[in-house]
């Protein structure tokens, strides 16, 4: 680098500093300027409000920027040459002054070419000058000092705002408000103090909601409100005012003045903010300096629920399924719609219900025609509730259920994959008996026992696999209703023997691996594995002739159950068209269209079934060409022929044919069934029969003592008639008047509040008083005191529910628990006064032993030592069917009922329980109670008599016609009850029949509070 250049970078660094310098100080000038100017006009502005002071403050900062810029920035720019730098720098090194200022400008000359003088010496002089300024540093020429005016005068500025913070800092905080703050609208300038009082607003609610208007008095002002709603203001100004504006988020609406008051409106849409702004008399326009809040009320979506059934389902067949769903809203429910999806399909959506007028709670019930769906065996749909409100200003909002599934099985088809797999087991142990028969663990030399080892554990294997499978087996035939109970008892003993066998047998194949792997395993060994090997084969040979019998069996069953479902197919054909005569319903020839579809394919399948069946069934079980005379699918051809052309006087008479062959069909095949039966199951089939000779012939003792126990409670009842007689009217007049009044109590529970189930209590109660009402009514106190006595259960019940209740709806819904609570305390009311009239009731009537004279004594005892009899008969018959299931362990089908010893033991059981409370009641001289528990026997034995009837029998009829059912999947309720009697003789007839699965248990807990 050359001497000259040496003195340039010295210069230029000097020049940085100096810039930066310059520039620092600059900003200090204008800080001061700003702050200076600023505050003297915060100071007059705030003793002096106007809109021009916003533009006074911008004025102010553009001068003082301007004059930093002319009077320092630009003569800044001008001065920054070497030469002004050389100069700066000789001002404090005057030594070098001269020199340093000649060598810039030599080296200006020889870089123009204008050199008038001797180079050498140029640049002897810019050496010399070099080594000077090299021994200087340029943050000794240019010094901070040059800061320190601007800073004073920064300084000066700053302690003028704390001093006026200090002083006066409301004037100050106005003043700078004044200065920054745009003037609002119309030139109003913000209020620092409330500029309003009484402010009361008015809501006016959207027509859809159907609330009155609601007025709040000082009130902050702050508005909540649904969508739609119209707010009227009225708020007193501070002062007298001209004119008055209402500012809503962004834009401004003039409003009125009446009265002194400023009365404005507006309508909810959003979420926004207001702000009131007047002009007092002679004063520039005022607005609130905070604004109020507008925040939207929602509308929430409907809450729907669907309350029964409570789970998913699985329904027999294509039925109507009774779906309940509960729906309540806010404001108002318009529409209730029922949407479902078959598989993976599109969702299909139903409108169920138009409520007009919209209403907050809604309950109700659909029936769902299955068989509209077009569903098949095995297909799963998905459905829900869905519901929509009445919002007409921001649109309806929709609620829906949570999703619940139903799946369509066929009891039958369940039953025959069941088939399958027992025909599967068959073969397979079938095939291992053959093997073992065949390849006997045998060998001629000590060489050859490791293959006929190898052989033999791989029958082991595969004998093992099957015996699982059998085992395996065992729970889901227990599940099948259509499943005979011994098949379940003799897949258990064939899966336990054949364990008990293969686990001896693994042993021994242990055992001579491990001399195999010794080296030590003679053929003489083997004749352990064949003492073993002979065991399986003796056991194998009775457990596939069992299992043979079995399936043949229930083939022969399977076909019966096709023909009662053509029964049942047969006999909803009729009914309908009968229907369809009378009324030429659109509705019932759709129907009459299915049920003749179903009868075909019933058809079809019978004769694809016997097609099968002849080839595993010899033809003495099977008369094929029986039913080939019959020819069904040409009497449906024509049935359907003649339907299609209307003549339904000829299409009755060809069903009626079509009947006549159907029952022929039946009949044949119920004595292909009993011959079969009778061949290979004789054993059973006798001792089938013994037992239920045995049981029918307790049963009828049973209902001989029933009868005359009835006799003896009829005669005891004329008694206590003839005894009360003469106070019957007046007790009964006397407690009229009080069970009017306890109807009344129970009729201001009102019943709209409650859930679908207290709903259901509450009708119970309701039902049982005016039992109880109509009984006083025909003097007939005893049915009074038993009417009474269920209305304290039920009413009990719905006390401690809605106890429950309350608890709980706080955490929920405040204001149910204000409805159910007032529920509660009527209930709570009526429970004193229903207890005080059964009281009365007892108190009226005699005790049964006071109105027993001696011979009715006599007979009661006679009665109980019978009793005492039957029950020792019926428990040694329950000790036999024990011993039976016991010893059902025999592989043989001869023998006992397989498989009902365990099932029949059970009912004995709870039959004798029942003959011993009777016999205690008969020998406690109470007829009613025993007559009570005598029916409970009889009804015990009745069901062990027909299961023994279906056990030798099997025609499945309670499920022939599932498959065919178009009767609705009703949900337990509260329906409307007859008179007392006629009730309880329904109740005892409902509870014989077995409620569908999915309603098993609320059905029992139905009837179990009715019996009660």
Known sequence: MGDFDSIRVFLAAVRRRLVWLEVAGSVGYLLAALGGAWLLLALVAAQAPSGLWPVAALVAALGALAAVVTLRVVPLARALGDERMAREVGAHAPAIHSDLLSAVQLARDLERGEARFSAALAHSLA?????????????????????????????????????????????????????????????????????????????????????PPRTVTATSGDLLAPRGTTARLTARPIAEAERADLIVGESTRKVEIQGGLIVASLTVEQASSYRFQFKPKGR????????????????????????????DLEIAGQRKVEVGYQVDDDFGVEEVALLWRVGSGREVREVVRKVAPPQRNVTGRKEWDLASLGLKAGERVAYRFEARDNDNVAGPNFGSSRTLYLKIYSPREKHESLVKRQDEVFEGLLGVLADRLERPPQATDDAATAPALQAVGEIHRREEGFAQAAARLVPDLK???????????????????????????????????????????????????????????????????????????????????????????????????EQYRRTRSEALRREIERALQQ?????????????????????????????????????????????????????????????????????????????????????????????????????????????????????VRQRSRDVTRDRIDGVARALVGRSDRLRQKLGEIRREALNPYHQEELDRTRARVEDLRKA????????????????????????????????????????????????????????????????????????????????????????AARQREVRRRTGKLAEEARGVREKGAAPSPAGPPLGLGEDAQKTLRAAGSAMRRAETRLRNNEPREAHGQCGEAVTELEKLRNDLKRARHPRFSNFAGQALDRSAVRIPGADEHRSPREFRQDLLDAMKAAPPAAYRDQVRRYYEELVR
């Open 127 to 211: 050496h010399a000058v070099a080594a000077d300024v090299g021994g200087l540093r340029p943050a000794t020429i240019v010094t901070p000092r040059r800061l320190r005016v601007p800073g004073l005068l920064v300084l000066a500025v700053a302690a003028g705002y704390l001093l006026c913070l200090v002083g006066g800092p409301g004037m100050l905080r106005r003043g700078l408000v004044h200065l920054f703050v745009p003037p609002s609208p119309g030139g109003a300038d913000a209020a620092e103090v409330p500029i309003i009082a009484d402010l009361t607003v008015t809501y006016t609610y959207p027509a859809y909601m159907r609330r």
């Open 284 to 311: 520039r326009s005022l607005r609130e300096a905070t604004a109020h809040r507008i925040d939207v009320e929602p509308d929430r979506p409907p809450r729907v629920e669907i309350y029964a059934p409570a789970d």
């Open 479 to 577: 599940a099948d209703p259509l499943a005979p109970k011994d098949l379940v008892a003799a897949l258990q003993g064939i899966g336990e023997r054949l364990g008990a066998l293969l686990q001896k047998e693994a042993e021994v194949l242990t055992d001579l691996g491990q001399r195999q792997r010794r080296g030590n395993l003679k053929a003489a060994a083997l004749g352990r594995l064949r003492d073993e090997n002979g065991r399986h084969v003796t056991e194998l040979e009775r457990d596939v002739i069992l299992l043979d019998d079995l399936l043949g069996r229930q083939r022969l069953e399977s076909l019966l159950q096709l023909a009662d479902e053509m029964a049942h197919s047969r006999d909803r054909l009729r009914s309908l068209m």
């Open 599 to 715: 009868l075909e394919a019933r058809v079809q399948e019978l004769q694809a079934k016997m097609s099968e069946l002849g080839r595993e069934l010899p033809d003495e079980f099977l008369n094929r060409e029986a039913v080939k005379d019959l020819n069904l699918g040409k009497s449906l051809a024509e049935l359907r022929e003649l339907l299609e052309k209307g003549d339904l006087a000829k299409a009755q008479a060809e069903l009626d044919r079509l009947s006549r062959k159907l029952d022929d069909l039946t009949q044949a095949l119920d004595g292909n069934l009993r011959s079969f039966r009778q061949e290979r199951f004789a054993a059973a089939e006798k001792a089938l029969g013994q037992m239920l000779d045995r049981v029918a012939d307790l049963h009828a003792q049973e209902q001989e003592i029933a009868r005359e126990t009835e006799r003896l409670v009829r005669e």
């Open 776 to 863: 006083l009514d025909q003097g007939d106190l005893e049915e009074a005191q038993e009417m009474g006595r269920a209305g304290q259960n039920a009413l009990r019940t719905l006390t401690e529910d809605l106890r429950d209740e309350v608890a709980r709806a706080p955490w929920r819904k405040p204001k149910r628990a204000v409805e159910v609570r007032q529920g509660l305390d009527r209930a709570e009311e009526a429970l004193p006064q229903l207890d005080e009239i059964v009281k009365e009731l007892e108190r009226a009537l005699p005790r049964p032993e006071q109105l027993l004279d001696g011979e009715q004594r006599r007979r009661l005892a006679e009665l």
